[in-house]
């Protein structure tokens, strides 16, 4: 199995950063292997780094899954100890559709957090051998991973796009 | 007012989490005293509660025909009060308002702590609050289920979405901040950060999720707020009782709740700006655009208030009639127009006028339209419940006794303790979020 080799590189300007990835991908290095650090969100043009990401998705079923699990559970509680209320059906959605709202909301929460948690790697580290950097006040980091021991190839592209440092690290 | 740098997003990154997190060290005695004395209130709160729970409800004011009194009042404000937060954030975040900045974190910690406290008063209104879990639907011997149908129920899961998405919704924005406390030198402090940051390293893929989870949960708790305090309108309006059963309810309910929060928020920003040194951050750009949200709420309070009253009085039914005339000529009409004044003539006024416009007149409308929200609350329970249509049951009289008024104090004095110690722990201005983004750069 080819050895893993991390290199840590260091930028002050954001579109330095993105001219880095840019040349790097041009060279073969696959986006998965390729993270920005920063103490605050840094954004590129689209198609440089996209993360693409299915939680809209995740909110709605979740949103589907709870509220209707909800309404399913008043419906059969309703029925199951139907109470008097006066010739009034003893299940209806104007009577529980503020509990079919709620839940549904609910369910989005809940669905969105859970899948926050799990995108950002938060309770599911990816890769724990990689090294974190600390990144220094107002400067962004680019770590690249790379199989083999020859990291020349990238740490020249680094640096022609403007890296102010580059270091080489293993995998811990 | 003092002079304050225009735009204090350009400062250094390194001064701004300097001057945001000095907060949070060292313990000073004003800061013992500020917290001691709402504590003590807090007590004694609790301590008349505790009589109440003893004795029964006889020991309040509440008796026939008026069964709902101060607490269904307190209800109602602080769930409207916690509109100031998660509401306002949200629809300023939508709207990529770049001054909300330094107002968010503020305002969505107003909302969880006045959803915690609004949250105790169908409780404490229970009298037998241990019996509380019957709202809760739990498989039981006689396999009984909560009538899902009542307002009572409405509440609850209106409420306890509320909460929940509050919660993360305060909490999702605070967990690069605590990595960044993560390093703090007090070693309970570094644990309880480290703990609550998850491991956030600050690599591109979390940035990414969070900025997404906080747009997805912006809509939904948008949602959810509108919704909790329609909720609570209907608790009124879906009884067949005058003056309250109205289709307007809900929108006015949701005005007036924005209302009053938007006037906590106020000063709640002014005393942060003062006690924690932050006049560099909350600058005189942003109360000047409190105060003229202020402003535009309470136009739309007294239209939704006019709308409300002119229906009823141009339909002139006998009972609605009844409470209309004590609302407005008799017995509760000091506290009628007293309302009028404090919620509309004085904002008008203080708001309105450019000259007049400062933070301390903002903050006096505030606390005005604070005394105003919870009159309107009283004017509306209160006099339909004394006015009911069984003419019999009109000789009593609703008041508050001390044990009603050293709870609704408790509240007040829990929502201020909640705060300084809130204020204590975590930066109560999201750092990472006042810098300009890379795309507001570009825009």
């Known amino acids: ?172 | 007012m003092t002079g304050t740098t225009k735009q204090p997003e350009l400062l250094p990154y390194r001064k701004i989490r300097e001057d945001l997190f000095r907060p949070l060290s060292g313990m000073t005695r004003k800061y013992f005293a500020a917290i001691l004395i709402p504590l003590l209130i807090i007590l004694f709160g609790a301590y008349a509660w505790t009589v109440q729970l003893r004795l029964g409800m006889g020991v309040t004011g509440l008796q026939r025909p008026v069964f709902w009194g101060f607490y269904i009042v307190d209800f109602v404000f602080w769930i409207g009060i916690s509109h100031a937060g998660t509401l306002i954030s949200a629809i300023l975040r939508l709207t990529d308002a770049g001054w909300r900045k330094p107002i968010t974190r503020a305002a969505e910690a107003i909302t969880l702590f006045a959803l915690m406290i609004g949250g105790m008063f169908p409780i404490i209104h229970l009298g037998r609050a241990w019996y509380f879990y019957w709202l809760i639907p739990y498989p039981n011997m006689r396999m009984l289920w909560p009538n899902f149908r009542s307002p009572l129920l409405w509440d609850l899961t209106a409420i306890i979405t509320y909460v929940t998405g509050s919660a993360i919704y305060l909490y999702l924005p605070l967990i690069p901040d605590m990595a960044q406390l993560a390093a703090h030198s007090v070693p309970w402090r570094r644990k309880l950060y480290r703990a609550l940051s998850l491991g956030w390293t600050g690599s591109d893929t979390e940035w990414h999720s969070l900025e997404r989870a906080m747009k997805l949960m912006a809509g939904i708790i948008l949602a959810v707020a509108i919704s909790v305090h329609t909720v609570v309108a209907w608790d009124f309006a879906m009884a067949i009782a005058p003056m309250w059963h109205s289709t307007i309810f809900g929108p006015y309910f949701v005005v007036g709740a924005i209302f009053s929060g938007l006037a906590g928020l106020m000063i709640v920003m002014a005393a942060i700006r003062k006690f924690m040194g932050l006049e560099e951050y909350l600058t005189r750009h942003h109360f000047d655009n409190l105060a003229k949200l202020l402003l535009l709420m309470s136009i739309l309070w007294l239209y939704f208030t006019l709308a409300e009253h002119l229906t009823v009085w141009y339909g002139n039914d006998p009972s609605e009639m009844a409470v209309f005339g004590v609302r407005t000529r008799t017995r509760f009409a000091f506290l009628f127009w007293g309302m009028v004044v404090v919620n509309f003539v004085i904002p008008f006024v203080l708001l309105g006028i450019r000259k007049l416009r400062s933070i301390t007149t903002g903050v006096i409308a505030s606390f005005g339209i604070l005394l105003g929200m919870f009159l309107e609350r009283y004017i509306i329970v209160v006099p339909t419940l004394s006015m009911t249509r069984l003419p019999a049951a009109t000789s009593n009289t609703y008041t508050p006794t001390w044990v009603e008024l050293a709870i609704t104090a408790a509240t007040f004095a829990a929502m201020i303790f909640l705060y300084l110690l809130f204020s204590k722990l975590f930066p109560i201005i999201a750092v990472w979020e006042f810098k300009p983004h890379p795309h507001e750069d570009e825009a």
């Open chain 1, 1 to 172: 199995m080819a050895s893993v080799t991390y290199l840590l590189s260091e930028f002050h300007d954001k579109h330095a950063v993105a001219s880095a990835i840019e040349s790097l991908r041009t060279a073969g290095v696959s986006t998965a292997d390729l993270d920005v650090f920063s103490e605050e969100p840094v954004e590129f043009p689209r198609g440089v780094l996209d993360r693409p990401s299915h939680m809209s998705l995740a909110s709605v079923l979740g949103a589907i899954i709870v509220g209707g699990g909800a309404t399913a559970f008043v419906w059969w509680s309703q029925n199951n100890y139907a109470v008097i209320t006066g010739g009034m059906p003893v299940f209806s959605f104007w009577g529980t559709g503020v509990i079919t709202y709620e839940m549904t909301m609910l369910g989005a929460v809940f669905a969105t957090f859970g899948y926050f948690l799990w995108e950002s790697g938060l309770i599911r580290k990816r890769d724990k051998t990689a090294p974190v950097p600390i990144v220094p006040p107002e400067c962004i980091c680019l770590r690249v991973r790379t199989a083999g021991e020859d990291v020349s190839r990238p740490t020249a592209l680094l640096r022609a796009a403007g890296a102010t440092s580059v270091e080489k690290k293993a995998a811990l």
